[in-house]
């Protein structure tokens, strides 16, 4: 008698283990669904990221798990359900399941390029993803996207993002009749502008929304964790010493405001000449540092690589332009990390026993 019977592939499946949770599918309620027909297995699974390294990783145990009992043909069909932050009664933006604000104490670093790109590399996941440039004195996302134009209105009453790669994007770049245009507003325009950016902005349902943050540790972080619960930050440092003092101001700001740092980001760690020798031209050791006072993970170490900053300047980000690069993959493993330390941060401020609800849940099929 066949050992491939349904009662004994559900009991094997629902040992597998999630990478993410850290306990078994049977457990969460995320093998949603199972037929056993003819030595064949089809199987759907929920996983809480978009992540291709996790649904690798689900896969491989799922065929470890199946092995003993010789199946035939596995399928695999996925169910990713992004989790949802809290939102209060008078959140501006409800649909927007995660806010991201992507900041650093120090102007310099590399800030809205790291946001561009990893906004990119998360729609590049199957996200949906809006990226809003909140440095109004210094509008960068128009030009990295390269994007111009003035954002219209359909109703009178909100505002219509504008849409590149298929992101969403708001910036006070597009408001401006030249490029060029010094924006000079007191503190109460600029936060009532970022107000309207947030609240007036026809955002829709996004999966997350990238905030790209002005340099230095002023209220803007600050106004925004005042409107909406805040998923959580990604600073941004490079390795020198130099940078750290500004950068450790930030981390210390989003303790103070309660604001959870998700990770670190180390932006022009070394250069590779030709040759494959890396050359640490601004030092080392600053990501680490910085991890280690926020208490929270270093995400990667992006590499200076000039055609960053040529494609950045042509308005066509690394992560669109050569995903394939070693600056564009590496930015890719941190949106991967991103997208599982999120939901993992959700489900431990759930209790650590409840898996992301069928919500707007995309469905991912899978045949190996």
């Known amino acids: 008698m066949s050992s491939l019977t349904e009662s004994a592939v559900r009991e094997a499946l629902e040992a597998v283990i999630d990478p993410v949770f850290e306990k078994p599918l049977g457990e969460l309620g995320t093998l949603l669904a199972l037929t056993v027909e003819q030595g064949k297995v089809s199987c759907k699974v929920a996983l809480a990221s978009p992540s291709e390294t996790l649904r690798d990783k689900v896969r491989e145990r799922i065929d470890a798990a199946l092995e003993p009992l010789s199946p035939g043909h596995v399928a695999v069909d996925w169910e990713v359900r992004v989790p949802t932050r809290e939102t209060v009664s008078d959140d501006p933006i409800p649909t927007v399941k995660n806010v991201i604000l992507v900041m650093s104490g120090k102007g310099g670093v590399g800030k809205s390029t790291v946001a561009t790109n990893l906004a990119l590399a998360l729609r590049r996941l199957g996200s949906r993803v809006g990226l809003l440039d909140a440095d109004l004195y210094g509008p960068s996302i128009p030009t990295m996207m390269g994007i111009q134009g003035h954002p219209a209105s359909k109703d009178g009453k909100t505002i219509e993002p504008m849409q590149r790669f298929g992101l969403k994007l708001m910036s006070v770049g597009f408001l401006l009749e030249d490029p060029k245009q010094a924006v000079i507003w007191r503190g109460p325009m600029l936060h009532g502008a970022l107000q309207q950016f947030v609240r007036d902005v026809a955002w829709g349902e996004l999966d997350y929304l990238v905030v790209d943050l002005p340099p230095g540790t002023g209220d803007v972080a600050l106004t925004l964790a005042q409107k909406m619960r805040i998923t959580g930050v990604v600073v941004v440092t490079t390795p020198q010493e130099v940078a750290l003092a500004d950068v450790y101001k930030g981390v210390s700001m989003c303790k103070r405001l309660s604001i959870p740092i998700l990770g670190v980001v180390e932006n022009m760690s070394w250069f590779e000449d030709p ?21 929270a993970p270093l995400l990667g170490q992006i590499p200076i690589d000039p055609e960053v900053r040529k494609q950045g300047d042509e308005g066509l980000p690394i992560v669109q332009a050569a995903p394939s690069s070693p600056a564009g993959d590496v930015l890719h493993q941190i949106a991967e990390k991103l997208t599982d330390l999120i939901a993992k941060l959700h489900f431990e401020r759930s209790g650590g026993d409840k898996a992301p609800k069928a919500e707007n849940a995309k469905r991912l099929r899978i045949v190996r």
Do not use: N, P
């Open 275 to 295: 040759s494959g020798q890396r050359h640490e031209l601004f030092g080392s050791g600053g990501g680490e540092k910085v991890a280690e006072m926020a208490e």
